[in-house]
């Protein structure tokens, strides 16, 4: 039995198909990571599998049940910050344990164990408009934890992270779960989705990909990316980047131009040679192995950042 | 039971923080009872003035009521749904009408607490108030209706108005405006007759002049607003909009599609 089963989900707002025939299927203990632009439904399919919204059509399991009726499994953690600032840290956790049914005294019991392990101790007194980002994301982790969670669901948790504090958060959540406990997250940075043993990639409401970090990057972005920054923009530079790409595509961001190679080591000399010899001034060029906004990239011919924006 | 007792504890903790909401909902009235107690008596013969200043403590306990049930009510709700507590509810084995429950139990803590304190500070700036026993538990019955038309109209704003602040602004525009045309600031004699009339089936306006009836004596008002057919108005009014807002946040108030 898989803790989360979707089959040809269908839903639609105002006359758009939000997802459109989503097929889903995440073992139990598997950290799965659902990345894709703003607008491509991955929030929506969250909320669906959470029980917060309902589907049109399609077939929705979380442990073998419809969602409404695993609630006692579901741990959300939606992405806006839900805990209240009025309160401190250890009450808005006493408040999530009362409302899971738990006494008061089980509650601060369980609550004390909780902040101990996330490191917020020291804060728990604290109210939680005095938290930082960070501090207030893991507390709202810690709402999704309690006993009895199977399938923790969480929503672009780490948007406004530094990325020292996006690394910290992943390691904290992978060390506080239960190797039982499957994990979905919502995300649009490669950077963090790499981190999933499976990522699944939705555009326009359609999985288009799915597979391990690795799978998909041999699958779909064979190619090394090449960063180039020159000291003044112009399309002479394109010209020049283009015979080195392959297909002659050259894109533009604020880091630079970007370029595909399958022999990077062999190219970069020839790039910065020609360039100079064209008039323009190296600043910097580098060599990556394909990240998985890449391959996002390769599948869509966007950018994760352009669609967002 | 523990769930109940949960969404209480947090809403309590939450309006006994919030610093407008003690201001709108205490201080406000309490500032209004000692203007008004020294500002607006007037020419009244001196043992009468005790009874006058009695009515306006009435009246801004009344007006307290209408704050925190019409305008803390719907900042809970719409403050809760915006920053997304309510979709993580959703996510949860809880009912909507036991967070419900909870929340209202809060405001009426607060709109005790609110209309405590300005009792207390009307007779220390000289209200007085007359009334048997029978007649304080009838008043305290028609200080529990105000609390349910207030807390009723204020769900109806939470659940309806989805922007936090154009809930509030609802909230406190419906209990300043109704405030002002049913006779709550102003004497009934003085207001026109079709606001006359309104003030008559406005059950938050007919409630605060049945105390005024039962607690600072007849003479105070201008109706009697205890005969049956009011007091059944009154009482059937205010629960309507109670149920009406219950069953509007019960539907409504968690849908986030």
Known sequence: ?309 | MRQISAAYAKAVKELLREKAALFWTIAWPIIWVIIGSFSFTGSAPQGVIPYIKGSIAISMMVFALMIAGMSNLPASIAGDRANGLLAKLKSMPIKPYRDFIGRISAVITLSLLAAALVIVVGTAVGARFTGTETEIVQAIGFVFLVICASAGVGLMAGTLIKNLQGAIMTGVGIAVITSAISGLFAPYELLPVPLQVFSRVYPISSAQASIVHLLAGPEMVAYNPLTSSQVTLTIALSFALLFIGTILYSRLGWRLD
């Open chain 1, 1 to 309: 039995m898989f803790a989360i089963h979707v089959e040809n989900l269908v839903k639609t707002y105002d006359r758009r198909r939000v997802l459109n025939g989503v097929n889903l299927d995440v073992p139990e203990g598997e950290f799965y990571a659902l990345m894709g632009p703003n607008g491509s439904g991955k929030t929506t399919l969250a909320s669906i599998i959470a029980a917060v919204k309902m589907q049109d059509s399609g077939i929705v399991e979380v442990c073998g049940n419809k969602p409404a009726q695993a609630k006692e499994s579901i741990g959300y953690v939606p992405q806006e910050n839900f805990s209240s600032p009025k309160l401190s840290g250890k009450e808005n956790l006493i408040y999530f344990a009362g409302l899971l049914g738990y006494s008061r005294s089980q509650a601060n019991q369980l609550t004390a164990g909780m902040l101990n392990k996330l490191g917020l101790s020291e804060q728990a007194d604290k109210r939680v408009d005095k938290y930082s980002g960070g501090m207030r994301k893991r507390l709202e982790v810690a709402t999704a934890i309690f006993p009895g969670i199977k399938v923790l669901i969480l929503d672009e948790p780490t948007t406004g992270l530094d990325p020292a504090a996006r690394r910290a958060f992943f390691n904290m959540v992978q060390e506080i779960m239960d190797k039982k406990t499957s994990i979905i997250l919502i995300t649009h940075i490669g950077s963090d989705a790499e981190l999933a043993s499976r990522v699944g990639l939705i555009d326009n409401g359609k999985m288009i990909a799915e597979g391990t970090p690795d799978e998909l990057k041999r699958k779909h972005a064979i190619e090394d990316v090449i960063t180039v920054e020159t000291a003044m923009k112009s399309d002479s530079v394109t010209s020049v980047l283009k015979d080195y790409s392959i297909n002659g595509k050259v894109t533009e961001s604020e880091a630079g131009y970007k370029i595909y190679s399958r022999n990077g080591d062999r190219v970069l000399a020839d790039v910065v040679r020609n360039l100079d010899q064209a008039g323009h001034k190296v600043m910097r060029i580098e060599m990556a192995r394909p990240t998985l906004e890449d391959v996002f990239f390769r599948l869509t011919e966007r950018y994760l950042q352009e669609a967002i924006e």
